[in-house]
């Protein structure tokens, strides 16, 4: 396996098969069109390894050793229906839907290297997939990526939470911090969450001024409504445009008032996950 491409390194599950179809012998399966409800979307994908084994998130775990199996029968790539509105009757899916899934022995791997290059200098990729008249344009978003600043267990605890969930972060103690500067070494694209974990509140106005007035699609801040007003008025007084100051999620979390630092990352975790999510959602 070359290790530039390796699936030990990805940590974005829509990445693997992608990254795992650079390398000569592996086919790509591609889900094309969907009848019916799927627990998947259109352009899942997994890739077939040549001993047979799978790398991606197709299925669970009701298709992958039909897809190997003709995979091995595919001398040309080709699409095939599996479950409803199949000729063959031997092969059901257990949601009762029809997939149509592009099977792809032999993928163009120098497409394949271009896109995963383009997403680990964090830009989106796009590809089209197309056969028998079937079309899908793909697109892939590099990863999510949280830029976290503050203090204290809450610190400790959402960078654990990403760590054991494989997502990226950039941890921020006041140690790497200069009070009423913004954060030399933070960078916010449009994958990237800011999150203030600050008790003392005097050290978040100039880093909420430069992560509102970046591209990161969430900027949330730790602290009630009364910290939330008080942000307000200090970011204004700063000439912090409205218009970013409404980008401010304060409080932070799907769960309100959460009295565990263990809690208050799991709560805002699923916050940026699902806001990240939607904007997959849309591509």
Excluded at 66 to 93: C, H
Excluded at 109 to 130: K, N, Y
Excluded at 244 to 268: D, E, H, Y
Aim: glycine share 8%; proline share 5%; net charge negative.
């Amino acid at each position: 396996m070359l290790a530039e491409y390796s699936t030990d390194v990805v940590r974005d599950e829509d990445h693997l098969a992608l990254v795992a179809a650079c390398q000569a012998g592996v086919g790509l399966c591609t889900i094309v069109g969907i009848e019916g409800s799927f627990s998947r979307p259109l352009g899942a994908q997994l890739a077939i390894m040549p001993d047979g084994s799978t790398v991606g998130d197709l299925a669970d775990s009701c298709l992958e050793s039909q897809l190997a199996t003709d995979m091995v029968k595919s001398a040309e790539r080709r699409v095939m229906r599996y479950g409803r509105g199949s000729s063959r009757i031997d092969f059901r899916l257990p949601c009762g839907g029809g997939l149509d899934i592009l099977l792809d022995p032999a993928p163009d791997r120098a497409v394949c290297r271009s896109a995963i290059g383009a997403l680990r200098m964090r830009r989106p990729a796009r590809l089209t997939f197309e056969e028998g008249g079937h079309l899908l344009n793909r697109t892939y978003l590099p990863s999510l990526k949280l830029a976290v600043l503050g203090e204290g267990p809450e610190l400790e605890a959402i960078s654990s939470l990403c760590s054991a969930m494989q997502i990226e972060v950039e941890v921020f103690s006041r140690e790497d911090l200069s009070l009423g500067q913004a954060a030399e070494n933070a960078r916010y694209d449009p994958w990237t969450a800011c999150l203030l974990l600050f008790h003392d509140h005097e050290w978040e106005v100039a880093l909420l001024e430069q992560a509102l007035a970046s591209k990161a699609f969430y900027v949330g801040a730790q602290g009630g409504e009364t910290a939330r007003s008080n942000r307000s008025l200090a970011l204004a007084a700063r000439g912090v445009p409205e218009e970013q100051i409404a980008r401010l999620t304060s409080p932070v979390g799907l769960m309100p008032a959460c009295k565990s630092p263990r809690t208050l990352a799991l709560s805002t975790l699923s916050q940026i996950v699902d806001r990240y999510e939607q904007m997959r959602a849309i591509v």
